[in-house]
Nanobody
C-alpha cells in the first residue's frame, strides 16, 4: 500500500513556474515508477510525466516536453514536478500516481497501470 499526498499547486501567471511535490508513505516507495497526470474541467485525465524507480529514466507528454521536469528523491519518499513557462492550457488538477509493479512495459502513459493515486492539487495559470 502506498498513500500519496500532493502539494505545491496554486495560481500563477502565464510564463511563471511552480513545483509540485508528492509525498509517499510506506517503505517500498523506491520500488514504484511514479507518474504525474492532470485533468482539466470537462476533459479526460491525461498523462504529463513519469519516472522509473531509480530516477534514471523519465518520460514526458509532448505538450510539456522542455518545460516540465520530473524527479524523485527516494530517501525522502517524494517525487517532484518542476513546471516552467506555464501556459493557461496547463490549468488542471494535477495528480501523482504510483505504477503497479506488475507492469513493466515501456509505456508509462497508461493511467490504468497506476494503482495508487493522490487527491490532486489545483494548478491555475492566468493569461
Amino acid at each position: 500500500q502506498v498513500q500519496l499526498v500532493e502539494s505545491g499547486g496554486g495560481l500563477v501567471q502565464a510564463g511563471g513556474s511552480l513545483r509540485l511535490s508528492c509525498a509517499a508513505s510506506g517503505r517500498t516507495f523506491s520500488s514504484y515508477a511514479m507518474g504525474w497526470f492532470r485533468q482539466a474541467p470537462g476533459k479526460e485525465r491525461e498523462f504529463v510525466a513519469a519516472i522509473n524507480w531509480s530516477g534514471g529514466s523519465t518520460y514526458y507528454a509532448d505538450s510539456v516536453k522542455g518545460r516540465f521536469t520530473i524527479s524523485r528523491d527516494n530517501a525522502k519518499n517524494t517525487v517532484y514536478l518542476q513546471m516552467n513557462s506555464l501556459k493557461p492550457e496547463d490549468t488542471a488538477v494535477y495528480y501523482c500516481a504510483a505504477r503497479l509493479t506488475y507492469y513493466s512495459g515501456s509505456d508509462y502513459s497508461r493511467h490504468g497501470e497506476y494503482g495508487y493515486w493522490g487527491q490532486g492539487t489545483q494548478v491555475t495559470v492566468s493569461s
